[in-house]
């Protein structure tokens, strides 16, 4: 079992940036697969980034090329770097780990584990 702790959002204008973190509890933290989601009532629950035990990773069409997810397994911590933000970024944005090897697809009925999120708030 694994507990979840995101931190560092916040609100910001369009065309800034942002680091999300999320600390992870379990000492096999570099076992499970880990992924960003967000969530807003009109889109619901979407995967945003993911990335495998071996550093793999993947990204939603919507965000590639502007976010950064990246992992440090000493630390058991799980980052998210947000530049060029828009406000339809706008969202509460979840970390969540899973055991599926299919983690990559980013579907949030695979991932098991899951923090209590962090909104951010992008204004134009």
């Known amino acids: 079992q694994v507990q979840l702790v995101e931190s560092g959002g916040g609100s910001v204008q369009a065309g800034g940036s942002l680091r999300l973190s999320c600390e992870a509890s379990?000492?096999?933290?570099?076992?499970?697969?880990m992924g960003w989601f967000r969530q807003t009532p009109e889109r619901g629950r979407e995967g945003v980034a993911a990335i495998g035990r071996d550093g793999s990773t993947n990204y939603a069409s919507s965000v590639k090329g502007r976010f950064t997810i990246s992992r440090d397994n000493a630390k058991n911590m799980l980052y998210l770097q947000m530049n060029t933000l828009q406000p339809e970024d706008t969202a509460m944005y979840y970390c969540a780990a899973s055991t599926s090897r299919y983690y990559y697809q980013m579907v949030a009925s695979g991932y098991r584990y899951w923090g209590q999120g962090t909104q951010v708030t992008v204004s134009s």
């Open positions: 379990a000492s096999t933290y570099s076992n499970y697969y």
